[in-house]
């Protein structure tokens, strides 16, 4: 699988076609603009194995299928991402015959996602059965500047004949999700339309009842000249098309272009979208293809500047960063605050809901330094405004008095996932939420946010702490029964210590931000209390005790915090003692034989060493990596990101910079076996920090940015952009030294390798390696 | 909900009609007969809350519906118990009144259930809303000597009326389940006839293909008189019906005598059951349904001559423990080794599949003292046929070398549930099925079954559990990770003692039945070890370090056995902590809250003392009941009897009686808020053990019989027969003291409170209390 797409600094390649890389092909040169996207499906018909997808953002489904035993407690449903209405369509037929990549012998091909202007790329040369030999190129992109527009220019030259050819471009809402039990459709149409030149479908979700319209406009070209076309329109159920038949000419070039538009009852009323879809197709034909392509390369190009990441003399780490940075910009713009970052973006339908953990574990710092601070903060009032439902969830559960357990996946605030070792026992998530507001606080400085909303948060997330942590009498110590970590090869367990840390760490803070809130402001810290009638003496005093009288495992012998009790019960294998026939161990191992294994999915005790790095010195986290590294298998994204920033606070640049390569190229190289189901676009995040914390070192303390450089042997030189409480820096780390060049109007003092420096507004400091 | 159904000693009795209680009624009034069975449904219409049922035995759905994220290893499918055709319908019409008592006013109701003769009546006196009284009197059984048929005589009297009553008995195909998702219909229709007097239905379940033909024959009386009746067929999708047209007198009764019969292809080629059928209806139909109730009786008074327990001067005792062998009788003859008991019987769909390790623990026995030694040992067999499967099952999670892991439920030897805790982690099910084989060979003394079978099922058990442990360095002994025990109340905890117990007794036990069978034919042994490739120095060995080595939790203060590690770091609440309201836990707490309590389902440890009590003394197991029953909630069926049967040992008879209520009137008394789903038929065998096992102390040692009797202060006196090695005795408590009858003609020596006894045939010894 590795190298099966050529290394390019700007561009994702596939030359030549293998069938069997498809669907690979089909997550990785995906397209999205924020607010729509999908998968690198052909347009023309394909008969071989692919997955289609086109989704809508904030677009699901409630599916209430049941199996097992139910628990009491569950979610009513669990949230389907939904494919929905596929706009890229165009049937080609070549006289009486369709033209379709499975049935033709290929005799060239190439893929290619252009990351820097934002578009999606083929090319072919192809004979069918009867010998007619067609090259064919299609451009399609998903309009940042229109972002619920996207355009495809598709041209055709028959090579060695002429003849008639017939080009229906369509919309098909007849489509199911790849996951549906029974078959079920999710989708019932409204209505359907074709007047004038443009012809529109209008789908309701079933249950939920979102409608979305699409609609596209079709432009024919015979050589360079616009012409006139016949068309016949074609309407089925949930499909709307027009058939346009050209009588082609041997070399000459026959170009059909297709806007199309995707309109969201989220964003209208369902009655308005019809007017308000021809309205946009007007405005996007008029531009021109050419135009929206420029407005788009020049869209990107603005991004860039902020985000991109430079590593020079490594071509195959540059593509691997830009491809990450590439697909987050693609996921979420922050612009709407009522979207979040699913982990699979607009490229697969894998995992319901559209918020996980991620975002605030892995999310958070790659925008609190690469975007406006109102997105990191849309991103933190995001939860802020779900609180009641969090509160709502622990309820369900047995809690009380206030108490929140944030959903493990949602759309809306509603906890949607439905396996009990996951939706009531994963309850980490709570303290990455409270470590997100932390963050961005330590970050912007912005203490503000505590006041007004950070704080009741926190206290109903200790709440929650409070009263599921449990009093051992055998002890004579606090304990958390019955949870799984961060490390999902582990379900039910005692007394995890990542989850612990987490929970104490959230009290301690709570603890700290009510001082500080009371000290800001006293009325508006009294106003809180009454409203969410916290009763400081009590609940501040069961923190207190919790957090003076919390157990941990540990081991005194090798001087490692355990996992969960009993860890070391375990036989105590390396994943080199794995042979690669069982590699993934979730698709060759059952559950019960990974579950009692000692092998670990992601970063958990190593996790809390990193967000807690300040509290633990640095031998300590030198046993604890070389205990758990050895022993995880990485089969979780979000995982070697945070082995690569240990490893290079560990000063082991080597491995840093292995598992850098293994995340940056995690869905380009399908490291998992699973990239054809989609890609990790939450991980993507935890790539940007492996560089930036990473080799770049980058922390932040007492307000300050401070970087402690490594570079790779592999690398000329890394540089990166960041905006920090409104300076821009770049930071350019090469061999001979460490440049930071303040690019804004506003002076800043950095910490470069322990040392202080002032760098000047539009100045820069050197410091010598 | 107590005290619903009147106490009566053979009869269960609802007089009056709530409809709250309906679906409750509908469970505990259940008919059956080993093939086929059903709630007890009204025959006309109901638009009330009801569930309806009708079961055909082996008949079941491979559900495929997936949820969550789906574990390597499951199986393929979920066996559901299949809602089959309803052939007890007859809809009623009353001028132009559908008779429906849920649109009538119920003057007075009966419903009850002669578990003497095996047959459910019901009469009724309910005006319509038009103000028409009828009085309606309903008999109907599932014929234990026509199994394939059944019977339905139903009547009504016109009270204040002469007018038209139309009669239209039915067959319904068009049933779906109640667990269904998107409603799907699991039915199809093959064909439907009506002919002469006969109308019929075949339907061919999807998937599995199953086809059941279900036929109707229906005679009509008024008065007495048997008359010839003008009636219409009706047919429709998956439906026949007669519908007949009748000028009824007031005061004068119209009967209608419907004859059914339910044959399946399990049992004749589909093509040939048309015919089958139609000599099947002739053939009771020229019985006439008062000859057919006669052998019902008869029948049903052969089984309670050997199954009978009396008790005298306890009504409420009396009626419980007969319910519950009449049920075990309706579920399972013996008669068919294919077939098994499902935990619901005919009486509802709940859980799907039909075997569970309910048989070996708790049927066995009941089978081994009430019915002929090949009842218990085609219950072995079942499972040796089935080793393949399970030698399969296994290696799809891993284990090799003819390790086998019997399904936790299955109908064919497939595993057929899909919860990893379960299906993975309740592996304690591997250790039953050897306990079965001990249990019947010292039962019975046939030891050839280990030479034939019984060793080979044997060895492979313990080669699963020879590779499921494994060595902990850290504490220098054998450990089993990653368990679900009997106590479903906890899932996925290391060093469960009961399944630690049993896997290393089971490698015991096997080293001792291949010294047996060797010295007994050791060139059967030898082949044996030929034929499934047994390393004895290597295999023997590794079970002989597993015995020596074997880490069992305890606390050696409180001197108990730890259900599992980590057990007391539990808050050490007891079950009268628990407000009423909290109760049963499973429907009003949340799993994880479950999970972290220190609330138990069911016999866990105690399970492991029961089973293995020779291995330890009085104090300990007093110990451990006086530290665990507190903690028990006994939310399965399965836990009552076995705390019974301990507080008998222990001499608790008061304690022993309670319990024995709660596990004989489970159901009657729906403890536990779920009899509306059906009853809990394999528990039924437990209550039978609570008597015996408890309050008549039976044990079997050295090949002898041996009685420690205890009356509860409630009995008069207490009698039960048991079927012994050729003898057959009957065995009275009674406070004066306890005679042992023999009634047979062979001459047995047994242990009477200690000391032996001498009985000879037709004869009977008296030992005063």
Redesign the interface.
Same mark, same amino acid.
């Given at each position: 699988m590795k190298d099966y797409f050529k290394v390019d600094e700007w561009k994702i390649i596939e030359e030549g076609f293998d069938p069997h890389y498809n669907k690979v092909a089909e997550s990785v040169l995906s397209l999205g603009n924020g607010r729509m996207g999908q998968r690198a499906n052909f347009e023309d018909a394909y008969s071989g194995e692919n997955l289609q997808g086109n989704y809508v953002a904030g677009v699901y489904y409630p599916? $209430?299928? &049941?199996? =097992?035993?139910w $628990?009491? =407690?569950y979610p009513e449903y669990?949230a389907k991402v939904l494919n929905a209405a596929n706009w890229i369509g165009i049937d080609v037929w070549i006289g009486e015959e369709q033209l379709d990549l499975a049935k033709c012998e290929v005799i060239s091909f190439r893929r290619e996602l252009n990351m820097k202007e934002g578009y999606l790329k083929r090319s072919f040369h192809a004979k069918t059965a009867a010998g007619k030999e067609v090259a064919v190129e299609a451009i399609r992109f998903c309009s940042m500047v229109d972002d619920e527009c996207g355009a495809i220019k598709y041209s055709i030259i028959p090579v060695n004949f002429t003849g008639e050819i017939t080009i229906t471009p369509f919309i098909d809402g007849d489509i199911a999700n790849k996951?549906s039990?029974?078959d /079920?459709k999710f989708w019932d149409e409204v209505h359907k339309n074709t007047a004038d030149d443009i012809s529109s479908i209008q789908l309701r979700t079933k249950k939920t009842g979102f409608e979305v319209l699409t609609a596209m406009k079709c432009v024919l070209l015979q050589g360079d000249a616009s012409v006139d076309y016949r068309s016949t329109p074609i309407l089925k159920e949930k499909y709307v098309a027009t058939e346009i038949k050209v009588e082609a000419k041997q070399g000459e070039v026959v170009t059909l272009i297709k806007y199309a538009t995707n309109l969201s009852s989220q964003n209208y009323k369902a009655e308005d979208m019809a007017v308000r879809a021809t309205e946009l197709l007007a405005t996007i034909s008029a531009k021109g293809f050419d135009i929206m392509l420029a407005e788009q390369a020049a869209a990107w190009a603005e991004k860039w500047k902020n985000n991109d990441i430079i590593i020079e003399g490594d071509a195959k780490a540059q593509q691997g960063i830009r491809f990450n940075i590439f697909q987050l910009n693609q996921t979420y713009t922050g612009e709407d605050d009522r979207l979040n970052i699913g982990p699979k973006g607009f490229t697969g339908e894998k995992y319901g809901g559209s918020t996980y953990w991620d975002t605030e574990a892995y999310c958070v710092p790659f925008y609190l330094a690469t975007a406006e601070q109102k997105v990191a903060r849309n991103l933190l009032l995001y939860r802020y405004k779900q609180l009641g439902k969090a509160i709502e969830n622990a309820k369900?559960? +047995?809690f009380k008095d206030g108490a929140a357990l944030y959903p493990m996946v949602t759309m809306d605030g509603t906890e949607c996932?439905? /396996?009990?070792?996951i939706t009531? /026992?994963e309850i980490h998530r709570n303290g990455a939420i409270a470590f997100a507001i932390y963050n961005y606080v330590r970050y912007t400085g912005d203490e503000a946010y505590l006041d007004d909303y950070g704080l009741e948060v926190l206290i109903a997330i200790s709440r929650f702490w409070s009263q599921r942590i449990? !009093? %051992?009498?055998? &002890?004579q110590q606090y304990?958390m029964? +019955?949870v799984t970590g961060p490390n999902e090869y582990e379900?039910?367990?005692?007394?995890n210590w990542y989850s612990s840390t987490i929970a104490v760490w959230c009290m301690k803070y709570t603890l700290e931000v009510i001082d500080k809130v009371k000290a800001s402001d006293n009325a508006k810290y009294d106003a809180l209390a009454t409203k969410i009638a916290f009763n400081e003496t009590i609940e501040s005093g069961r923190f207190a005790d919790i957090i003076a009288k919390m157990y941990f495992p540990q081991d005194e012998k090798l001087g490692i915090y355990l996992q969960q009790? +009993?860890y *070391?019960?375990? /036989?105590?294998l390396l994943v080199t003692d794995l042979p690669a026939t069982e590699r993934p161990l979730?698709?060759? !191992? %059952?559950?019960? &034989?990974i *579950? &009692?294994s000692v092998f670990i999915k992601q970063a958990d005790v190593l996790q809390g060493l990193y967000f807690f790095e300040e509290d633990y010195d640095l031998e300590t986290i030198r046993r604890n990596y070389d205990f758990y590294e050895p022993r995880t298998v990485h089969e979780s994204s979000l995982s070697p990101c945070v082995h690569a920033i240990l490893a290079a606070k560990l000063g082991d640049v080597e491995r840093a910079y292995q598992f850098y390569l293994r995340t940056s190229r995690l869905d380009i190289d399908d490291y998992n076996n699973d990239t054809e189901d989609g890609c990790h676009i939450t991980s993507m995040a935890g790539t940007w920090m492996s560089v930036v914390e990473g080799f770049g070192g980058m922390r932040v303390k007492d307000g300050m940015l401070s970087f402690n450089p490594l570079l790779p042997e592999e690398w000329g030189a890394l540089s990166f952009q960041i905006g920090f409480r409104g300076s821009l820096l770049n930071i350019r780390i090469a061999k001979e030294g460490t440049t930071v060049k303040n690019l804004s109007d506003t002076a800043i003092t950095v910490i470069l390798k322990g040392a202080s420096q002032f760098v000047e507004a539009k100045n820069e400091v050197f410091v010598k390696a």
């Open positions: 599916d $209430k299928t &049941r199996v =097992g035993w $628990k009491n =407690g669990f996951d039990n029974y /079920e369900l559960l +047995g996932h439905n /396996e009990w070792e009531f /026992e449990t !009093w %051992s009498a055998d &002890r304990v029964l +019955g379900n039910n367990v005692n007394n009790d +009993g *070391l019960d375990k /036989e105590q979730v698709q060759k !191992w %059952s559950w019960d &034989r *579950l &009692r």
